[in-house]
């Protein structure tokens, strides 16, 4: 089993960052992508950014050149640097990370709110 703490989330005017991390802990041997998702009452969940094993990252057009994706390997932290927030980003933001154990195998963290406001 695997588990997911996000924490990060706030409140922050327009134009302003916040950075938020996913710990992960448990059996994390063969993680094939970390991500993170967004999803806004009565949405689907969609893709923010994600970053695979091998480094490889990919991001949404909506936050391309604001956001940003990375890893420290050592501490099985995913961080998502967010800046030039805006209102629109407003939403609860989740960790997903997906590992190969005889089988494919996703877990999700229990979100965290993230609020632009002025």
């Known amino acids: 089993q695997v588990q997911l703490v996000e924490s990060g989330g706030g409140l922050v005017q327009p134009g302003g960052s916040l950075r938020l991390s996913c710990a992960a802990s448990?059996?994390?041997?063969?993680?094939?992508?970390t991500a993170w998702y967004r999803q806004a009452p009565g949405n689907q969940r969609e893709l923010v950014a994600s970053i695979a094993t091998g480094g490889i990252t990919n991001y949404a057009d909506s936050v391309k050149g604001r956001f940003t994706i990375s890893r420290d390997k050592a501490k099985n932290i995913v961080y998502l640097q967010m800046t030039n927030l805006k209102p629109e980003d407003t939403v609860v933001y989740y960790c997903k990370l997906r590992r190969w154990s005889r089988g494919e195998h996703v877990y999700w963290g229990q979100g965290t709110q993230v609020a632009v406001s002025s």
């Open positions: 448990g059996s994390i041997s063969g993680i094939i992508a």
